[in-house]
């Protein structure tokens, strides 16, 4: 675990800024981070240089110059940094999301039936998931495990869904082991 104190602003930021380069994989604009923090551009330009001091970002120069984060802000955030993570799907509304991936699903409460959680941690944003939506995350590689609920709550700086279960199937086709 990382010993470096981040403000909820800078894991915010550094959290998009780890989503945006793992679509883009090259150099993120400050412009872009700005846009999906919901930010103004200078104030992550000013973030940008107290991460740059705390050795968690590297300013890229040049036209196609940006941001890009360096590998101790993967472990600030404690953030699994793989070359070829399993491919976990995420569907919203129905609609597979491209640029996600499910990193790990905690269950809550399962001794609740009826009150059963699930805590569905995301690579990528969930800016655009709101409560009330329908989420299926699933299959999981190896079990097949397929999880649906309805949005209860989610939290944008550690990208969390939080989920109440309506459904969850183990395995929902032939497990691969």
């Known amino acids: ?22 679509e883009s994989e090259s150099a993120v604009k400050g412009e872009d981070i700005a846009e999906e923090v919901n930010r103004n551009p200078g104030t992550i330009r000013n973030q940008m240089q107290s ?5 968690l970002v590297e300013g890229v120069p040049g036209p196609k110059g940006g941001y890009k984060p360096t590998a101790n802000a993967y472990e600030a955030l404690d953030i699994q940094e793989m070359d070829e993570p399993a491919t976990v799907p995420l569907y919203h509304e129905g609609e597979l999301v491209a640029e996600a991936n499910v990193e790990g ?7 609740h039936p009826e009150k059963c959680r699930a805590e569905i941690h995301v690579q990528g944003s969930v800016r ?19 999880v649906e609920g309805v949005l209860d709550g989610k939290d944008d700086t550690s990208n969390t869904l939080i989920l109440i279960i309506e459904d969850m199937v183990a395995p929902a086709e032939e497990p691969a082991h």
């Open 105 to 111: 699903i905690d269950l809550s409460s399962v001794h």
């Open 128 to 146: 655009d998931f709101h409560e009330g939506d329908k989420v299926t995350v699933g299959p999981t590689p190896l079990s097949k495990l397929v």
């Open 51 to 55: 991460l740059k001091a705390l050795q």
């Open 1 to 22: 675990m990382s010993s470096i104190e981040l403000t909820p602003s800078q894991k915010q930021i550094l959290t998009a800024l780890i989503n945006l380069y793992r």
